[in-house]
C-alpha cells in the first residue's frame, strides 16, 4: 500500500503545484550546460569532459535516475562550443526525458583597465524527448473486486501518443571577475530555457506547452590563504509557478601540489540539506554530494535521500601562458 501511495502522492502535488518538469542537480555547477549556456568554455584548458550521475527516491518504486554528459571546447578567438546529452528515467512506467543541445557562448567583452572584468554570452539549441511505455502501466479496469490485479487483461485505456520530440532553445548571460591573486573574485549570471516552448503533448489537451525555466545563479570566492579558498554559493530556479532556492558553500583545500579537496553542503529550501565532498588531482574532479530530505514528504517516505556523483576533465595544452585567468569556480 505505501508503493502505491506515495507515488500518488507525487502526481498530485504535482498537478496542484504546478511542478518542476526539468531534473535538478545539488552539484549544479558540475553540470553547466544545464545551468547557463554562457558557461560554455569557462573553464582554464582546452576541453572539458563532464559527467554527472543522480538518484532518488529509491525505496518508492523504480528510482529517478538522471544520468549526463557534456563536453565543451575552448578557441582563441572569444568563441566556444559545446555539446550535452541528458537522460531521465522516473518510475514504473517507462517515463523517459532526454535532451540533446549544442552551445555557444561568446566572450569577448571584457571591461575594466586590465580586461579582468569578463562578461560571456550563451545560447543553445536542440531537442526534447519525452515518452513512456504504455506496456509497463497498469489501470483500474485490469483489477477484479474478487481475484484482484490481472495482468493478462486487456485495458480499454488508449493513448494518442506515447512519444513526443520537440525543438528547444535557451540564453544565458555570466559576469565574473578574472583579476588574479585578489582576495574576493564575485560571478553571476542568469539564464531562461524553453525559449521556444516546446509542446507538452502529454498534457490533458496536448496543446500545453512546456513552462519557461528561469535560474539566478552566482556567488564568490574568497582566497583566505595560499592554499585555502571559501566559495559561497546560491541558486535561484523558477519554472511556471514552482521554485527552487539554494545556498551553500565550500572549502578548497590545497593538500598537495598539483591535489585540492574540497568540503561543503549546499541546503535547499523546504527540500533537502546537501553535503558534498570532492577531491581534484591534476586534471581530473571528482565529486560526491547527498541529499537529506528535509521536507515532510520525505519524512512520509520513510528518509528516501537522493545521491550524486560527478566527474570532470579538462585537457590544456602542453605549453600555458603564465598568468592563469580566475574562472567562474563551480563544484
Not at 545539488?26 to 559527467?51: C, E, I, M
Not at 501518443?161 to 574576493?184: C, E, H, R, V, W
Not at 586534471?283 to 520513510?302: C, E, Q, R, W
Amino acid at each position: 500500500m505505501r508503493k502505491i501511495l506515495i507515488p500518488l502522492l507525487l502526481i498530485f502535488l504535482s498537478a496542484q503545484l504546478h511542478a518542476q518538469v526539468d531534473p535538478h542537480f545539488s552539484q549544479y555547477y558540475v553540470y553547466p550546460a544545464w545551468l547557463n549556456p554562457a558557461l560554455t568554455g569557462a573553464f582554464d584548458g582546452d576541453y572539458r569532459v563532464s559527467g554527472i550521475y543522480r538518484s532518488q527516491w529509491g525505496n518508492i518504486s523504480s528510482p529517478f535516475t538522471t544520468p549526463g554528459v557534456a563536453v565543451d571546447f575552448t578557441t582563441n578567438k572569444n568563441s566556444n562550443f559545446g555539446a550535452s546529452v541528458l537522460n531521465q528515467t522516473a518510475g514504473d512506467g517507462g517515463y523517459n526525458y532526454l535532451t540533446a543541445y549544442a552551445s555557444y557562448s561568446y566572450t569577448g567583452v571584457r571591461l575594466g583597465q586590465n580586461e579582468n572584468h569578463r562578461i560571456a554570452m550563451g545560447m543553445q539549441i536542440g531537442v526534447i524527448q519525452r515518452r513512456f511505455n504504455r506496456s509497463k502501466l497498469t489501470f483500474g479496469d485490469q483489477w477484479n473486486p474478487i481475484t484482484g490485479y490481472n495482468p493478462g487483461a486487456t485495458s480499454a485505456e488508449a493513448f494518442s501518443k506515447t512519444s513526443a520530440t520537440s525543438f528547444d532553445a535557451a540564453a544565458g548571460i555570466l559576469y565574473y571577475d578574472a583579476q588574479p591573486g585578489k582576495n574576493l573574485n564575485i560571478f553571476g549570471g542568469f539564464s531562461a530555457a524553453h525559449l521556444t516552448r516546446p509542446d507538452d503533448k502529454f498534457s490533458e489537451t496536448g496543446t500545453a506547452r512546456l513552462p519557461l525555466r528561469y535560474t539566478v545563479h552566482g556567488g564568490v570566492r574568497i582566497t583566505l590563504s595560499d592554499v585555502l579558498s571559501l566559495t559561497p554559493n546560491i541558486l535561484y530556479l523558477k519554472q511556471g509557478t514552482a521554485t527552487e532556492k539554494m545556498a551553500g558553500a565550500y572549502a578548497r583545500l590545497v593538500a598537495a601540489p598539483g591535489t585540492d579537496v574540497m568540503l561543503g553542503a549546499n541546503y535547499r529550501f523546504k527540500d533537502a540539506l546537501s553535503p558534498f565532498v570532492g577531491f581534484a588531482h591534476k586534471n581530473i574532479v571528482l565529486g560526491v554530494s547527498y541529499d537529506i530530505n528535509t521536507s515532510d514528504l520525505g519524512k512520509m517516505a520513510n528518509g528516501s535521500n537522493s545521491f550524486e556523483i560527478s566527474l570532470s576533465f579538462i585537457g590544456r595544452r602542453s605549453v600555458r601562458t603564465p598568468e592563469v585567468d580566475f574562472v567562474c569556480p563551480r563544484l
